[in-house]
């Protein structure tokens, strides 16, 4: 097994680039100068190695999920207020507030930008790609996508008890939700009096609309799984590419900034982009340095918000991790949203490979604790190599 590993892909040659984003650059919040510094830290390996396909895609960006998160939050806790003391009409002001809170909330857990996202982007940012050819025809296109930035830490992205994530984000959907309607019933209805129980639906958003500002106040982590290491592999990657590149797939190695704020790199390059559906096969890496690995199943934070991979990418995950079981890679569903979100949506083959811990959820995610100390070097080589595999399980697929 050693001699089929390509050395850029072995533990030690990962952890160098692990270092520099870790400890060189530091902790790189959405729009920051350490978001860029790790951009350049990217074109700079890209040209050692040779590559001279680089571009460089600027975007506008929001700066912090609190702008995604806050907004809707609070038109909800303020509806029954309003509704209070503004009679019918407040009323119908307070339904309005509580169904679009809700709605807008679902659209953020299905990374779909707001629609005030043109007034919240104002930070600058930037994706890094690069191609590199197959030596033979191009039939098929492999994407593999890492983010750069990293986010602060959240307590309740996720609570501390993750498992509560997802009823606890679906009941205050429902909640939400109903509080509105039943503000609009008693607008059509010509209802004056605010039940006590509606009060209680508006009073359940106070919590969390304060969980939510407190955790604007928490320092941003070093994100070393989160997500240095997808950055680690994808230069691996690349280098392992130059050197034994694909027969009949052009790989695009997708570095993208502001993640952590609703993707909004990805979003980016899929607007001016738009590369073709019927060939293009897409990977996401996502927090592969400690833990058991896993290729995605089924991703979402609430009931109401859930989205899945590809079937065609899930079985091509699946034979890969069946034909090297030394990699320790099985499927598996995870309170995650990333990047795939915003694949899927549009129809495209993607799937997410991520890491999950003892109790199988994201380990030390958006956590102080995501830091270089706790990377397991033999846990990010085995993603890699597992990587590898899946690209040359694309390359080698009929047509």
Excluded at 52 to 60: D, K, L, R, V
Excluded at 281 to 305: F, K, P
Excluded at 339 to 345: G, K, M, T, Y
Aim: glycine content about 8%; some cysteine.
């Amino acid at each position: 097994m050693p001699d089929k590993i390509p050395a850029s892909l072995r533990p030690e040659r990962l952890m160098m680039h692990m270092r520099v984003m870790c400890q060189d650059i530091g902790p790189r919040p959405p729009t920051s100068p350490q978001e860029r510094q790790a951009a350049e830290y990217v074109v700079k390996t890209l040209q050692q190695l040779g590559v001279t396909s680089i571009q460089e895609q600027p975007f506008n960006s929001q700066d912090s999920a609190g702008w995604l998160l806050i907004p809707p939050t609070a038109a909800g806790a303020l509806a029954m207020p309003i509704a209070w003391l503004g009679g019918q009409w407040g009323k119908l002001v307070g339904s309005l507030l509580m169904l679009g809170g809700a709605c807008s909330m679902r659209t953020v857990m299905m990374n779909r930008p707001p629609f005030f996202q043109q007034w919240i982007a104002r930070g600058n940012s930037q994706n890094v790609l690069v191609r590199i050819p197959p030596t033979g025809d191009v039939r098929r296109h492999a994407f593999l996508v890492g983010h750069l930035d990293s986010q602060k830490q959240r307590f309740l992205l996720p609570p501390p008890r993750p498992e509560t994530s997802r009823p606890l984000n679906t009941l205050a959907l429902l909640l939400a939700a109903l509080g509105g309607l039943s503000l609009l019933a008693d607008v059509l209805l010509n209802r004056r009096r605010i039940a006590g129980w509606q009060w209680l639906l508006g009073a359940g958003l106070i919590p969390p609309l304060v969980g939510l500002v407190f955790d604007e106040t928490q320092p941003h982590i070093e994100g070393a799984n989160d997500n240095a290491t997808a950055v680690s592999i994808l230069l691996g990657m690349a280098q392992a590419l130059q050197a034994q590149p694909l027969q009949h797939t052009e790989v695009t190695l997708l570095f993208t900034g502001c993640e952590e704020v609703g993707c909004v790199g990805m979003e980016s390059y899929l607007e001016q982009f738009a590369p073709p559906q019927g060939n293009t096969y897409w990977i996401d890496l996502e927090m592969v340095g400690t833990g058991n690995l896993c290729y995605v199943t089924r991703h979402g934070v609430s009931q109401l918000a859930e989205y899945r991979p590809s079937p065609e990418m899930v079985d091509l995950a699946a034979h890969t991790a069946r034909q090297n079981p030394e990699l320790g890679v099985v499927g598996k569903d995870m309170l995650i949203v990333e990047e795939v979100a915003n694949l899927r949506r549009r129809d495209y083959k993607a799937i997410c490979l991520a890491g999950y811990d003892e109790k199988g959820f994201l380990p030390n995610w958006h956590r102080l604790s995501d830091n270089l100390e706790n990377i397991e070097p033999d846990t990010l080589s085995r993603a890699a190599r597992y990587t590898w595999e899946l690209v040359q399980k694309i390359d080698h697929l009929p047509g």
